[in-house]
């Protein structure tokens, strides 16, 4: 008898995990967000549709994230499943960082920040199949 209690709280572990799991990456892979995980992380203004990478895994990849701790901008994604164009653009629109990263080398990308001057900025990220998500960020 106390073997189908256990069995049956241990299914119910399963199963919440399962729906956490899911309702955690269905987060992230709307928007590029902020890593909170750091001192002094500048948030982001979020926005963008990841859209689909075509699937090689069972379970929906997540999306990239940025964020900004002091004169570096962090770019990492988990996901590790496409190349990603990134571009800085000034206030003005005009881009002062374009870059390609392979796909094998998205996890982490550091972008060091110190020789932009003081304004607003705009982080693009942009995937092969379409998908683009978007941060603005403010250095003083």
Known sequence: MKTKEILKKWRMYVVLLLGISLFSTEIHSA??????????????????????????????????????????????NPSRDCDIEISITDDEGFPVYEQTVPAASTGYIPIPLGGFPSGTYTLTLRN???GYLYGSFTLD
Do not use: F, Q, Y
Request: aromatic share 2%; glycine share 10%.
């Open 31 to 76: 928007k590029l967000c902020v890593e909170h995980n750091m001192k002094n992380t500048v948030p982001m203004v979020c926005g963008g549709d990841w859209g689909s990478i075509p699937k090689t895994r069972s379970l929906t990849p997540e999306s990239p994230t940025a964020s900004i701790n002091g004169n570096l901008l962090i770019i990492e």
């Open 128 to 130: 092969p199949s379409g």
